[in-house]
């Protein structure tokens, strides 16, 4: 069994920054792609952004310059530093992971329960 949990969401005015991190926990043998997507009130789920295991990174047009993913491969975890936040930013933000668990020979996809995001003034 996999599990990810995020933290670090919150409240925060706008052109503040926040910090999300997601750690994966449970029987891994190996994780390849993990990243994070955002839900809105009465919108789609979208992908915010990725990063392999050898950190290459990916970015939605709407948070690049604003938003850094990171991942520490040791410890499975991610991160989603946001900086210069906008109201438009509000979300749900869910953790994703690429997982290959041990014993297994596929790879299958996981998520976490969500983080709340409000920019609000």
């Known amino acids: 069994q996999v599990q990810l949990v995020e933290s670090g969401g919150g409240l925060v005015q706008p052109g503040g920054s926040l910090r999300l991190s997601c750690v994966a926990s449970?029987?891994?043998?190996?994780?390849?792609?993990m990243g994070w997507h955002r839900q809105a009130p009465g919108k789609e789920r979208e992908l915010v952004a990725t990063i392999t295991r050898g950190g290459t990174v990916n970015y939605a047009d709407s948070v690049k310059g604003r938003f850094t993913i990171s991942r520490d491969n040791a410890k499975n975890m991610v991160f989603l530093q946001m900086s210069s936040l906008k109201f438009e930013d509000t979300a749900v933000y869910y953790c994703y992971a690429n997982v290959r668990p041990s014993g297994s020979s596929r790879m299958y996809g996981y998520w976490g329960q969500g983080t709340q995001v409000t920019v609000s003034s």
């Open positions: 449970g029987s891994i043998s190996i994780i390849s792609v």
